[in-house]
C-alpha cells in the first residue's frame, strides 16, 4: 500500500494469488457482504485475473464457521479483552509436517555431533517459527519446543550409550545458551486494524 493524504491506495502484486476478507459481524455492516463481492469481482475484472469459484468460500464465522487459509486454522472467539474477534493457529497438518522434517534430520544424524544436528534443525526451527508467530501459536509453540528440547536429549544419551533424557545432567539453559539450539519461541501481536480508508 501506498500512503497519499489521509488514504491507503492498493498496489497489487502480481504473485498474491490468495486473500482472505473479513467482515465485522455487526448487524449495520451486513449489506457489506454483497457490496464487497460485488467490488471483488470488478476489481478481479479489471486485472484480468479469473476468481476461482471451486476454491472460494464465504464462511460465517458468528455462526461457528471456520476455515484453513495459508496453514493457519481461523476461528471467531473472544479476545482477552472480552471482545470478539478472529483466532488464528498454526493447522495440525502444519506442525506435523514440521516435526516429521526435524525427525528426519535427527535420524539422518544420529552418529554426528549435536552440534551439527543444531546447525541442521536451528534454520528449520526458525523459519517456521518466523512465518508462524502473527498467530495465535503460544500453545503450539510450546509443545514444538519441548518435542526438540526432548529430541536433543535423547540424541546426548545415546552418544554416551545411555538411556533417558538426561533431565538432571543437562539444564535447559545449557541446550539453549551453551549448544545454541534455537529459542526465539516469541508470538507478534498485529496492531489492531484501523476504520476503512483512514490513515495512521
Known amino acids: 500500500m501506498t500512503r497519499?493524504?489521509?488514504?491507503?491506495?492498493?498496489?497489487?502484486a502480481r504473485f498474491a494469488d490468495d486473500l482472505v476478507i473479513l467482515i465485522d459481524g455487526y448487524?449495520?455492516?451486513q449489506w457489506l457482504e454483497k457490496a464487497v463481492w460485488k467490488r471483488l469481482l470488478e476489481e478481479l475484472a479489471e486485472l484480468k485475473v479469473?476468481?476461482?469459484?471451486?476454491?472460494?468460500?464465504?464462511?460465517?464465522?458468528?455462526k461457528g464457521g471456520s476455515f484453513s487459509f495459508l496453514?493457519?486454522?481461523?476461528?471467531?472467539?473472544k479476545t482477552r479483552r472480552g471482545k470478539w474477534g478472529v483466532r488464528y493457529v498454526p493447522r495440525m497438518k502444519a506442525r506435523t509436517k514440521l516435526l516429521r522434517r526435524l525427525k528426519e534430520e535427527f535420524r539422518r544424524h544420529r552418529s554426528q555431533p549435536v552440534e551439527k544436528v543444531i546447525d541442521r534443525i536451528n534454520p528449520i526451527l526458525r523459519g517456521w517459527v518466523n512465518?508462524?508467530?502473527?498467530?495465535?501459536?503460544s500453545r503450539c509453540f510450546s509443545y514444538v519446543r519441548d518435542w526438540v528440547e526432548k529430541k536433543l536429549r535423547r540424541h546426548l544419551m545415546r552418544q554416551r550409550g545411555r538411556r533417558g533424557f538426561g533431565w538432571k545432567r543437562w539444564s535447559r539453559q545449557w541446550l539453549y545458551d551453551g549448544l545454541g539450539l534455537y529459542s526465539q519461541y516469541r508470538v507478534e501481536r498485529l496492531p489492531e486494524a484501523l476504520p476503512a480508508g483512514k490513515a495512521p
Open 4 to 12: 497519499q493524504g489521509e488514504y491507503y491506495y492498493i498496489q497489487y
Open 50 to 62: 479469473e476468481l476461482n469459484r471451486d476454491k472460494t468460500r464465504r464462511v460465517d464465522l458468528a
Open 131 to 137: 512465518y508462524f508467530r502473527i498467530g495465535t501459536a
Open 71 to 77: 496453514g493457519f486454522d481461523m476461528r471467531r472467539c
Open 27 to 29: 448487524r449495520r455492516w
